[in-house]
């Protein structure tokens, strides 16, 4: 594993560090390789059932790196494209991972590192945390956020957001409907962890992966096809072991757990 990405796993839970401070975790191409390569390796890992994505230093990301923006100025269409589609493949791994994710925002998470936090499946962040999909104020669009953005909140909030490029903190992301919880700075860790314990504990590996899985395929079907879609993955589901032992524990009134 990279130094710029750090893994590790503790308890189940796998912790993805970004660990680049010095650039307040600004992505560059390379920089997104080793989060994309630190994914796949979090994902096949056995010994990892939830994953944590989380940041060294004051930011957890501020967006692009400037040297990086400087250097796509002189790229040809074909090499934007590219460039565009290895982010595109970062936020897909994130948000089909088969894992459950969790942002664990300390600092701020601007342009990319909004994108970042936005494709988790929770977030967690701090009141001193701030948030922001600025690019239109560089004369650029927030285009691959955006279409995860429009899944999580409304076209209204959507709006607001990235039409206006606004920096706004932790709070105001929790009304937005963007985060789960506001943490203070020193039970941050604690609070996350946990969180992600009690899924390890109390939830079945197989049906949160069966469930991300649904929730990535179902709005984009009709009300049709979603409950035929929905019929097929709920017999797929009786026919696993987790759902074998978990009915068996209920049935004998046995504690259970995963």
Excluded at 46 to 59: D, M, Q
Excluded at 209 to 218: A, N, T
Aim: include cysteine.
């Amino acid at each position: 594993m990279s130094e710029l990405v750090l893994y590790e796993v503790k308890n189940r839970v796998g912790y993805i560090t970004l660990n680049r401070p010095e650039k307040r975790n600004a992505l560059s191409f390379e920089f997104v390789q080793h989060i994309k390569d630190a994914l796949i390796v979090a994902e096949r890992d056995e010994t990892c059932k939830v994953i944590v994505l989380r940041a060294n230093g004051e930011a957890f990301c501020a967006g692009a790196d400037l040297a990086y923006l400087q250097q796509l100025q002189q790229n040809s269409f074909e090499e934007n494209l590219a460039d565009s589609q290895h982010l595109m493949q970062l936020f897909q791994l994130i948000y089909n991972n088969k894992k459950v994710v969790i942002a664990q925002v300390n600092g701020a998470a601007l342009a990319g590192g909004s994108g970042l936090a936005t494709v988790c499946d929770f977030c967690f962040a701090t009141p001193e945390s701030s948030f922001g999909y600025t690019e239109v104020k560089i004369g650029f669009v927030p285009a691959i956020v955006m279409v995860f953005l429009v899944r999580k909140v409304t076209e209204h909030v959507a709006k607001k957001l990235l039409l206006t490029g606004e920096v706004f903190n932790a709070q105001k992301a929790l009304e937005y409907g963007l985060i789960n919880e506001v943490i203070d700075a020193d039970k941050l860790e604690e609070t996350v962890f946990e969180f992600a314990s009690k899924l390890c504990r109390q939830t079945s590996a197989q049906s949160l992966s069966m469930v991300k899985e649904m929730l990535c395929q179902v709005q984009q079907l009709s009300l049709d096809e979603g409950l035929n879609y929905a019929a097929n993955m709920n017999a797929n589901a009786r026919a696993t072991e987790d759902c074998k032992r978990g009915i068996t524990a209920f049935l004998n009134k046995e504690k259970l757990s995963w």
